[in-house]
């Protein structure tokens, strides 16, 4: 008889007590008042993982925790009140931000880094550079051979983000202006991209500058980014040049966005502005990625940044 | 009681009491413990029925949320080829490339895991000596439970190279990489479950063959696999069933290209992949989001539809052996 009560408390006790305490861990965690929750996109994952390093570092007590998923998932999860700050590498739609009003969640974004999308080829190939309008051809998938654009008899094997990534959408807004090719392939990641391209000598890709160049600014090894060109008439410039952004000669660049509830702004005020500082400017560049320009700090300086 | 019987015996009978009894039972205890095993019972039955009561509220969940998405999608256009919710241009919701994409990697696994899982349980069962046997058993076993995530990288890593050199083509994502890497998956269910049913053979009927003057060759593909037949189908569908299901390997290891695929060498993007890639950025409520449903309802009935077939086909084969 005892046995089998055992058994049965047992059987009924033990969930409810693991229950219990992982209702106590989760609470307090969420309770605990440095806890910042980042989401989003893959693109500032890292730079914004190594901000939140070094200003854990100097502050004791703040705890940060960066996640990635694409810049959707960190956007639907700042209109579910899921996260504290959202990593965005586009803006919020204006259906977006009609859902989050909806919600209660009043978003503000600021503008923490400037992304120069590279465009990366394999080495074998000899094609060195390409105009904005040939490269949507190719990702429209109009041009079809290496050959149509100066470069060697190779059909094109088209690499691209998932739906759920900023920069999927953010390319395709600026650069194909039309649907990809049905045949591209829809990779997990920038990381995902480079690895495809060094093995694929008719592979072209796009991704972040970062992904592609350490912070002495050489380029990955098995890769070769393409320099660009706004229009024909235009010099083709590498995005790997700060002079080349800050002057607007390279074309695919985008702001990398941080969206957070204004409500929920003390919480993140600090981190924020250590992200905007010369300190966390500093990481960005080292992270391959381009301080915010003069236009956009203008946009910060609307919300007191 | 078992247990009482056992400390019964073990202890000194105590004596019988006036209700000629023995020890110190009284009448309302035993009510208590009817109520008390009664109990007991329903909790078991409860514990049973939650897995119906889940099964059931997924089947309606998939349903309800799936049924929106046909106030604004026409039914024909979930029978075009492209599904392209997120569209630059105009927004298509073709099942089509997606449904092939999943059955071309599913039943491409099977064609590799058959034959392979079929050869490998034929040995364990027949062949193999016990101690190998020992050996070999858990292993297969354990090879179930990588995580997918870690095939998935494995197919990148290892079988995307192998491919492009293997057909000369610039790169390795694609159906025939998934087919590998999912019949990597099924394999442990299909060897496992059919060896156990080759062994279930009974020893006479070999022995029959065998005296017929059959060979071993002959008496194992012509007597003892067909008498398992029913048993290595069943471990076949189920295996299916992992196969079809499967999303984080071939999210990583076959290109998702949207396109209707035409060979096995072509980028394919399944019906699960297109689930995993879109649910998180979709606008809650929108026809994109019922359509992901509706999708989701599909991969069900299709994977129910499995299932199903294998529960048949092992409830056949369980009356046989009885």
Known sequence: MRLKNRIIMSVVGLPAITLVILLILTSSLSLAAGFIQIKGSDTEVNAVQRMAEVYMQRYKGAAIAVTGGGSGVGIAAIINRTTDLANSSRAMKAQELRQAKANGVDPIGIVFAIDGLSVIANPANKVKTLTLDQIGQVYRGEIKNWSQVGGPNLPVTLYGRQPNSGTFIFFRETVVRGDYAQTMNQMNGNAQIVEAVKRDKGGIGYVGVGYVVDDKGKVTPGLKILNVAKDRNSKAVSPTDVKNIESGAYPIVRPLYQYFDKANRGKVDGFVGFELSPEGQNIISKQGFFPVTAEYRRYNARYGF | ?322
């Open chain 2, 1 to 322: 009681m078992p247990g009482m019987v056992s400390k019964a015996n073990k202890s000194p009978l105590p004596p019988f009491n006036k209700r000629g009894m023995r020890g110190d039972f009284k009448p309302g205890r035993f009510r208590w413990q009817k109520a008390k095993e009664r109990l007991i019972a329903s909790f078991f039955f409860f514990n049973g029925m939650v897995s119906i009561i889940i099964l059931a509220g997924i089947f309606s969940l998939l349903f309800s949320e799936g049924l929106p998405a046909f106030k604004e999608i026409h039914f024909s256009d979930f029978l075009q080829s492209t599904w392209n919710p997120t569209s630059y241009v105009k927004a298509t919701y073709g099942l089509g490339a997606i449904m092939v994409s999943t059955l071309m990697v599913t039943f491409g696994a099977l064609l590799i895991a058959v034959p392979v899982g079929l050869a490998c349980a034929a040995y364990l069962a027949e062949i193999a000596s016990p101690r190998v046997r020992e050996v070999l058993k858990p292993i297969i076993e354990i090879l179930a439970g990588i995580p997918s995530v870690v095939l998935g990288f494995l197919g990148i890593v290892v079988v995307n190279p192998l491919i492009a050199r293997a057909f000369g083509i610039p790169n390795g994502l694609n159906a025939l990489n998934g087919c590998i890497l999912l019949a990597i998956m099924s394999l442990p269910t299909i060897i496992s479950l059919s060896e156990d049913a080759i062994a279930a053979v009974p020893k006479t009927h070999k022995d029959a063959s065998l005296a017929l003057g059959a060979s071993r060759w002959q008496t194992l593909v012509r007597v003892t696999i067909p008498s398992a037949l029913s048993g290595i189908i069943a471990s076949i569908m189920l295996g299916m069933g992992r196969a079809i299901g499967e999303t984080m390997t071939v999210l990583m290891a076959t290109g998702n290209a949207q396109a209707m695929p035409h060979s096995f060498l072509d980028a394919v993007r399944t019906m699960t992949a297109t689930i995993a890639i879109e649910l998180g950025e979709v606008p809650f409520g929108s026809a994109h989001y019922h359509a992901l449903f509706v999708i989701g309802f599909v991969l069900f009935v299709m994977t129910f539809l499995v299932n199903l077939v294998s529960d048949i086909i092992l409830q056949k084969y369980q009356e046989v052996e009885q």
